[in-house]
């Protein structure tokens, strides 16, 4: 008999909203990490296991909800790179930033509501293919690199993503083996692996930048249908990186936006992008319970911390967590654009980039930070080259294919 949803529950579930409030606010940290530090400390917490994976779920949650706020605010560049900027800095740019938020909460609110019941329903689905599917991984991932390069318009632009997809496939065959220890030990090499991809070229490109420009109203543009269909797509693409392993959110929208009728373009791709990002917690859910493989750092955390799969108690937590995150996203990410458009943007990107390298050594220690600075230096292929950042996503392809 599943468990009840008593106060000990409820109040781990709170804790984890606030985990995952702070993880999602500070840049180049990941509800992952807290997740792993949390199982860390079962044996010294009091309560159920399964409360204590309501706290990690919950933390997962409103993660996805919130690091929209910092990705939007912190690393906005010039105008005039605004090209190859990713598509949120462009809305913040125009001084949309304000309806980005919006638009991100929006995908995913609306994802987290599609998700269960599609999961439900295609859960039984992949249990019936996941064999046949597991033998096939490596050709799966690349016929999906092969559909990523494709995307590119130009020729030049898929030789040049063909390029980085090797070299960042190549960084992860050299670091993602490395088991170091820091002061935290908490989530490995991943953590300062991903702030060198994602993190510090951003914050590179803003140095010279003019900071957050004065925001707008916060009236969503886009018509409510697309929205829908975006958020949809975003779901679609949750699902595809909740059971296929290798694939993440981004790499999931940029394969399922192309269905979604009309040119939604940066808006769109916010919405979708977001979606995925919070059905996939909810997929991955299903994947531990279904098929016992944790497609997550939030699921490997619940793994080895031995949460009961009690699906009633944690697909409630995560609901009530992405109703918290909806309203967070909008009461919190105001006020975060309007501050840090005060702020000199300089001392912003540079103090922003010292909480990379402090988390890179926390989590990693020495080796940590060898890993961020040469994570950093293939992170600025893709803006150097004009491809899109998606391609450095094939960093995760050498673990996938030796599991």
Not at 23 to 30: A, V, Y
Not at 186 to 199: D, E, K, N, Q, S
Not at 237 to 256: E, H, I, R
Request: glycine fraction near 14%; aromatic fraction near 4%; proline fraction near 8%.
């Amino acid at each position: 008999m599943p468990p009840a949803v008593g106060p000990t529950t409820l109040c781990y579930a709170v804790a984890g909203v606030g985990l995952g409030t702070c993880s999602g606010l500070t840049p180049g940290l990941h509800a992952n990490n807290f997740a792993l530090l949390l199982a860390s400390a079962v044996p010294a917490l009091p309560g159920p296991s399964v409360a204590l994976g309501a706290a990690m779920l919950a933390a997962g949650v409103v993660h996805t909800f919130l690091d929209v706020v910092p990705a939007l605010t912190l690393g906005v560049p010039d105008p005039a790179t605004a090209a190859v900027t990713l598509p949120g800095h462009r809305l913040v740019l125009d001084g949309r930033g304000r309806e980005a938020l919006r638009l991100s909460a929006l995908g995913s609110g609306l994802a987290a509501l599609a998700a269960v019941p599609v999961a439900v329903v295609l859960t039984g689905v992949v249990e019936a293919v996941y064999p046949t599917l597991r033998r096939h991984v490596p050709v799966l991932l690349v016929a999906v690199a092969v559909v990523l390069v494709a995307t590119e318009p130009t020729w030049r632009r898929r030789v040049v993503a063909v390029g980085t997809l090797l070299v960042a496939a190549g960084l992860g065959w050299l670091v993602l083996d490395l088991d170091p220890s820091g002061p935290v030990a908490a989530g490995g090499v991943l953590a300062p692996l991903f702030a060198g991809l994602f993190g510090a070229p951003v914050l590179v490109e803003a140095l010279d930048g003019e900071g957050v420009p004065p925001q707008a109203d916060p009236a969503v543009t886009l018509d409510p249908r697309t929205v829908v269909g975006t958020a949809g797509a975003g779901t679609g693409a949750g699902a595809l990186v909740g059971y296929l392993p290798g694939v993440s959110a981004a790499v999931g929208t940029v394969l399922v936006l192309p269905a979604v009728p009309g040119r939604s373009g940066a808006r769109g791709f916010l919405v979708a992008s977001s979606g995925a990002s919070t059905a996939n917690t909810v997929f991955a859910l299903f994947a531990l319970v279904a098929l016992g493989t944790p497609r997550t750092g939030v699921m490997v955390a619940m793994d080895r911390a031995g949460v009961p799969h009690a699906t009633g108690v944690l697909v409630g937590t995560a609901c009530l967590a992405a109703a918290v995150g909806f309203v967070l996203v909008v009461s919190v990410g105001d006020a975060y654009l309007r501050t840090v458009g005060r702020l000199d943007y300089t001392r912003v990107s540079l103090a922003t980039g010292g909480v990379l390298v402090v988390l890179a050594y926390l989590f990693a220690g020495g080796v940590g930070l060898a890993v961020f600075a040469l994570a950093a230096v293939v992170g600025l292929l893709p803006p150097v080259l004009g491809v899109r950042r998606v391609h450095l996503m094939a960093v995760l392809g050498p673990a996938v294919v030796s599991a």
